[in-house]
């Protein structure tokens, strides 16, 4: 399965868009690109996945770039409970989260 | 419905010892996984199963660990014996059956078990 390559960490202000991006230049056609996040010692939790077009919930927004390689995680207004660890897997037969993003919103 | 429910929520043992961690998925989820987290290696998938069959246990690190699913509703991963190595936080989670496309569900996690071996 691909891996993915993400900043360690990021900071925003509190109301703005919270951009995290993700690389994943060895994805392959028929993996999607999905996002979790961990606040402090949780369980993970869901937030969005995608496989080509880009994707937006009640939570965030997927942009996955044409050639898929990469994409970017958009928090439309960052709070200070979005806080957290966010990772950006890629899933084929194999969940790989590896450290992911360490996202801190200041107030 | 009360989610993930893993047990113990921390557990303290002495290198040697065999340690049990249980794991109760969400009703009608088809996949159930375990997961460990620590600092150096971040969150690492050990096992998943699938209608209660082991589907990849690629992830386990080696023989002293073990997972079974005997039913729907019940999952264990053993440590045999446990060394200092082994202490992590250890996740469980469940998802639904893959979606149409492939794509797998949005997976549900436990709290946690916090393992620490001395």
């Known amino acids: 399965d691909a891996k993915t390559t993400q900043p360690t960490s990021m900071d925003c202000a509190e109301g703005r868009a919270a951009n995290l991006p993700c690389n994943h230049s060895t994805i392959s056609g028929n993996e999607y690109v999905y996002w979790y996040r961990q606040i402090h010692s949780q369980g993970p939790q869901y937030i969005i996945h995608g496989l080509k077009n880009n994707e937006t919930n009640e939570m965030a927004s997927l942009i996955i770039t044409e050639d898929r390689k990469s994409s970017t995680l958009i928090l439309p207004h960052a709070t200070l409970r979005d806080t957290a660890v966010y990772y950006c897997i890629i899933t084929g037969n194999q969940f790989y989260f590896g450290t992911g993003t360490s996202l801190t919103v200041i107030p | ?118």
Not at chain 2, 20 to 34: E, M, V
């Open chain 2, 1 to 118: 419905d009360a989610g993930v429910i893993q047990s113990p929520r921390h557990e303290v043992t002495e290198m040697g010892q065999e340690v049990t961690l249980r794991c109760k998925p969400i009703s009608g989820h088809d996949y159930l996984f375990w997961y460990r987290q620590t600092m150096m290696r971040g969150l690492e998938l050990l096992i998943y199963f699938n209608n209660n069959v082991p589907i990849d246990d690629s992830g386990m690190p080696e023989d002293r660990f073990s997972a079974k699913m005997p039913n729907a509703s019940f999952s264990t991963l053993k440590i045999q014996p446990s060394e200092p190595r082994d202490s992590a936080v250890y996740f469980c989670a469940s998802s639904r059956e893959r979606l149409a496309g492939g794509s797998y569900n949005e997976q549900f996690f436990g709290p946690g078990t916090r393992l620490t071996v001395l």
